[in-house]
């Protein structure tokens, strides 16, 4: 309501220039909405949302609704043995995944949700590597050469890094001592 009483009071007070501000305000919210299309689950807003890490809700807007094209893209690029973390509650092989292993350590074709990848300080190794894929908006897809494979899993062993619990759904980082 404070949002529509500001452009009500802009509109009628300042002019030619606050018109022009409120309506270019007004098409980048409706244009920002209309972007996402299918994807209005993931919507969150355009200075809340990154490509890269998920807003700072402990709801996130991550719940597994990407799997199905997780599975599309999988199967357009004929990869039929990889690694998945995705949070959810939906049962991949229900939706007609199989060949999947838990994510634990770097293997050739990874794929895993933003919620778990940056709630879940066990997949710190996977942030500052570059994702083939976007899957949706909450799935990262990895592809890794034996070369990649034999660098992280060293990196992770000079950290050593505690296995996680590989449940469905990660530890939270709360930011509480």
């Not at 007070?13 to 209005?40: E, N, P, Q, R, T």
């Not at 490509?51 to 999988?74: V, Y």
């Not at 074709?109 to 778990?116: G, L, T």
């Amino acid at each position: 309501m404070l949002g529509a009483l500001s452009i009500v009071w802009l509109w009628t007070k300042y002019g030619i220039y606050s018109k022009v501000i409120v309506a270019s305000l007004m098409l980048w919210m409706f244009l920002s909405s209309i972007s996402y299309g299918h994807d209005s689950l993931a919507y969150f807003n355009e200075l809340g949302s990154s490509p890269t890490e998920p807003p700072a809700l402990l709801g996130s807007i991550d719940w597994g609704q990407d799997l199905d094209k997780l599975e599309d893209t999988l199967r357009a690029r004929r990869i039929t043995s990889y690694s998945m973390r995705y949070f959810g509650i939906a049962d991949p092989a229900k939706h007609g995944m199989s060949g999947f292993t838990g994510l634990s350590q770097p293997v050739e074709w990874a794929a895993i949700s933003k919620f778990n990848l940056y709630s879940n300080d066990f997949y710190a190794w996977l942030r500052d590597e570059t994702p083939t894929a976007r899957i949706g908006n909450t799935i990262l897809l990895y592809h890794f050469s034996e070369a990649d494979i034999a660098r992280l899993r060293a990196e992770i062993h000079g950290r050593r890094v505690a296995p996680a619990n590989n449940t469905t759904t990660p530890r939270l980082r709360l930011g509480i001592n």
